[in-house]
């Protein structure tokens, strides 16, 4: 008894050997789901991935394909030019996007996407992040930004 509890204690022990650090946590409070990160660009990519990979594909495929782009890849593909040619992304932002997907990948989480006919990409994560700008470019009924969070990055938040 006394030997198949230390063989139990011995495996679940080196499952935590193996686990991946993931820099941040996710709770609920009052109805309402909390992420906390922290550590650097790549450490807080990685648990976002981590922890919300699941949710990411949800609205990558709900929200940006099926609603704002009528599950079009022409579509799409508009709007990652559109997104390629009208925002700079720092590196750091790149390195966050690029660990998400790796921590999704290492949860067994599925990257491929029928309408792309690929598995999304870091570029797919930084435009989910200014979608609500560029839908609003798109429109061509403003040139003002929209309230994503990648339109206040560096530059973006300069008065001229």
């Not at 997907?101 to 999304?120: H, S, T, W």
């Not at 992040?129 to 990055?153: E, H, N, R, Y």
């Amino acid at each position: 008894m006394k030997r198949t509890l230390i063989i139990i204690l011995l495996v679940l022990s080196s499952f935590n050997l193996f686990a991946k650090d993931v820099k941040g946590k996710l709770a609920e409070f009052d109805g309402k789901r909390i992420l906390t990160l922290w550590g650097t660009h790549q450490e807080r990519g990685y648990a976002q991935g981590y922890l919300l990979g699941e949710d990411f594909n949800r609205v990558f495929n709900n929200y940006v394909l099926n609603y704002e782009c009528g599950g079009s890849l022409m579509v799409y593909s508009a709007l990652r030019n559109l997104f390629i040619a009208s925002y700079s992304v720092e590196e750091k932002y790149k390195i966050e996007a690029e660990a998400m997907l790796q921590a999704m990948l290492d949860k067994d989480i599925e990257l491929y996407n029928d309408v792309l006919g690929r598995e999304i990409d870091a570029t797919d994560i930084l435009i989910c992040t200014a979608t609500p700008d560029l839908s609003q470019m798109a429109t061509f009924m403003s040139s003002t930004m929209g309230c994503s969070s990648i339109s206040s990055w560096g530059q973006a938040q300069k008065i001229p």
